[in-house]
């Protein structure tokens, strides 16, 4: 039987290069900063560090607007310091990840310059351009919206005549992959990283890469997604068959290089849309599962939520559960910033079967660090979400302005939580709970923290190969409130309800959260605790 490869068991933790440390004092995290905390990292316990983008940028999107896929952001650093990233993480026994943004690249790239300075420039044919419709095609070429839902795709130029598209922003011009030489030009800088020894990508909006070269229109069907609006369905625009094909030539290329070579998409669509993309083992190996984000804390919703994922990405898949990004809401907000509650959500994503993902600082319980639109550096805030009224974008649990999970990584009750010096402005303002415990130093000393929980659980994964490559079986017949599941000899159960429940469960406790009182050969878990316990036989009667 073939070992299955390691990203099969791995663990992921996310670093936001802007926020994660500043090592030369201008307020701006960097990758020596990254690197001066990679002990951090190995001693927390997770195995890969996947980067978002450092590449060189404008930076209006914060580095998912790419002018060169082979160079470093002077701000971020220098080519060799993204090499020392990946050797020092190597040296550590953990690996790399980097942030590949293959659908579009900034209007500032010298491709999309050239492209559009006329329709017969070499270049005219790598972004994706239409005739409009209507009189003299003023009006867009089709009725695809950007990824905002309530704007078009499509961006005028007045020098072509003609419409290019946009799926995020209207400084991020989509690719043409269908055109060879763009998919040449981006192999080989997939290519120009793998040679460097990264470990794999993590593929930015990969489902949307491939759209329908007949430019059809989407059928219109207002619904929610994901916790956001839509007004179409994106049948035309998204998770195309093209885009697995993508996906297998994507594969191709990394496997022409040893080690096991990792691709992770970042892809939306429902379970079966989503298993899709991994082919027959020949496309992506791991996909990320977005039904956490906006997770119910509710035994029911996670029991057919992960039962779902299993049914659909049976062993060898691994589903790849994530609870934060640089996107979306810190999960502590969720649940009225309660860390009991964060504690019981930390232990259902280190503990079931797959690939769990940790956002830098949800380790610690950081929250979302309230911001106003007018001052908003996020794009998509400050161009799109600014009219909507203040008082109302508070009061909702989806946040508009992306800053407020971006804020620097809180390290100590220092100046600036330590991310950069006394004196010094950091991009973002640091969320003033720093100063209240929230931060590494502090949850160091202490045993409770939500950082040793962390560390604990990571232990745990290194230790146990039952959490690693084990089965996943639900625990039928529990009280209500109560989830539980079994990893071969590994018991998982969480009261995410409001009464305690007792089970018929014992055994050694691995780790536990909140209150939770094993005698007699029960367990009775009190609101809000969870507990891993190992090697329990179910009494009978
Ligand atoms: C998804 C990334 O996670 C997000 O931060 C970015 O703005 C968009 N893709 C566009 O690249
Ligand atoms: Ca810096």
């Known amino acids: 039987m073939s070992k299955s490869p390691w990203w099969a068991s791995t ?66 650093g220098t080519l060799a310091d993204a090499q020392r990233l990946i050797d020092e993480c190597h040296s550590r026994g953990m690996r ?15 491709w999309f310059q050239r492209s559009r300075s006329s329709r017969s420039n070499p270049k005219a044919d790598w972004y994706i351009w239409a005739d409009g419709r209507g009189k003299h095609g003023r009006k867009p070429p089709n009725n695809w919206k950007s990824a905002m839902e309530f704007t078009s795709a499509w961006q005028y130029s007045p020098v072509r005549k003609q419409w290019y598209m946009c799926s995020f922003l209207p400084f991020q011009p989509d690719l043409n992959w269908r055109n060879p030489e763009v998919k040449e030009a981006m192999f080989n800088s997939v290519r120009f990283w ?10 930015d909006i990969f489902g949307q890469i491939m759209k329908d070269p007949g430019l059809a229109n989407n059928p219109v069907r207002p619904h929610f997604y994901n916790g956001f609006p839509r007004l179409t369905d994106r049948v035309h625009t998204e998770n195309t068959p ?9 594969r191709a290329v990394v496997e022409e290089y040893p080690g096991d070579r990792v691709l992770l998409g970042e892809v939306f ?18 996909v990320f599962l977005f039904d956490f984000l906006t997770y119910r804390y509710d035994a029911d919703w996670f029991r057919s939520t992960i039962s779902e994922f299993e049914r659909n990405f049976p062993a060898p898949q691994q589903p790849t559960y994530v609870l934060e990004n640089h996107d979306r809401s810190r999960t502590i907000d969720r649940v009225g910033k309660d860390p009991a509650k964060a504690k019981v959500l930390a232990v259902i994503l280190l503990t079931v079967r797959g690939v769990p993902t940790v956002y830098m600082g949800q380790e610690l319980g ?40 971006r804020t620097p990584m809180q390290w100590d009750a220092s100046a600036h939580a330590g991310f950069c010096p006394d004196g010094v402005q950091p991009w973002l303002p640091v969320n003033p709970d720093y100063q209240r415990g929230v931060n590494v130093a502090a949850e160091h000393a202490d045993p409770d923290s939500m950082l040793n929980l962390y560390r604990r659980l990571f232990a745990l994964r290194r230790e146990h190969e039952s959490l690693r490559s084990g089965s996943l079986a639900m625990l039928e017949a ?16 969480a009261n995410l309800g409001e009464q305690p429940a007792t089970v018929r469960y014992t055994g050694e406790v691995l780790a536990q959260t909140g209150r939770v009182v094993l005698a007699n050969g029960r367990t009775t878990l009190f609101p809000d605790s969870s507990v891993i316990l190992r090697t329990v036989v179910p009494k009978m009667g």
């Open 242 to 250: 093209d885009n697995v094909t993508l996906a297998k030539e994507l």
């Open 269 to 286: 669509g429902g379970p079966q849309v989503l298993r899709s993309f991994l082919g027959d083992g020949d496309g992506l190996q791991l």
């Open 478 to 493: 529990l009280p209500e409130g109560v989830l539980g599941y079994r990893r071969n000899d590994i018991f998982i159960l």
């Open 366 to 405: 950081m929250s979302n660090t309230a911001l106003r639109f007018k001052d908003a550096l996020d794009p998509v805030a400050a161009t799109v979400y600014r009219r909507v009224p203040q008082a109302v974008a508070d009061r909702m649990s989806e946040r508009l302005n992306r800053d407020e999970m």
């Open 194 to 203: 793998l040679d460097k020894g990264v470990d794999g990508f993590r593929l």
């Open 96 to 110: 790399v990840m980097f942030d590949l943004v293959l659908n579009h690249t900034s209007d500032q790239h010298p």
């Open 11 to 76: 663990s992921i933790y996310q670093v936001y290069p802007r926020s994660y440390a500043d090592s030369n004092a201008d307020g701006i995290g960097d990758l020596p900063g990254i690197i001066s905390k990679l002990d951090y990292i190995r001693d927390l316990g997770v195995e890969t560090v996947w980067v978002s983008p450092f590449f060189a940028s404008p930076q209006l999107d914060f580095g998912y607007d790419v002018t060169d896929y082979e160079d470093v952001a002077p701000e971020y």
